[in-house]
């Protein structure tokens, strides 16, 4: 039997899928990885995933090294259990994924607008980081 079958799918969208979405899928897929099946996107998708996010993420145990942008219309046919946007401008420009169970809003300021030394810029993506494991994980977690 296939295990990922009985896992639910979540989706987490971003406006560029460069950092933050990209950090909350490393976060569920090392949190909750047995219960859920985790993809992020992003409705304008990055060059790449932000170095600082990989970064700050690698600091907490989570390797987001290999993970890429991608664009949400890769996506929008396929069935999810939930979709979640993390930014305000993808959830004002997001369209309704037709086969998504449930479709919520949680959001982070975005890191790479911060300013200041690589150690400054540091904390600020910390601080999501944390935010998104301590906010997000949980929402999804009790949904499944």
């Not at 950092?19 to 990055?46: D, F, I, K, N, Y």
């Not at 690698?58 to 396929?78: M, Y």
Request: some cysteine.
């Amino acid at each position: 039997m296939d295990e990922g079958a009985d896992k639910k799918r979540v989706l987490i969208l971003c406006t560029g899928n460069s950092c933050r979405s990209q950090m909350a899928e490393g976060w569920v897929r090392h949190l909750l990885g047995g219960r859920w099946e985790v993809h992020s996107a992003g409705t304008r998708p990055a060059w790449g995933v932000a170095p600082l996010a990989v970064r700050a993420m690698a600091e907490a145990g989570v390797d987001i090294s290999n993970q890429s942008p991608k664009h949400w219309e890769e996506f929008l046919d396929q069935r999810w259990d939930l979709v979640v946007t993390v930014c305000d401008h993808a959830r004002e420009s997001c369209p309704v994924f037709p086969a998504a169970g449930e479709q919520i809003h949680e959001s982070f300021p975005d890191p790479v607008l911060a300013t200041g030394s690589v150690e400054e810029q540091l904390v600020a993506y910390r601080a999501v980081r944390d935010a998104i494991r301590d906010r997000l994980v949980p929402e999804i977690a009790r949904r499944g």
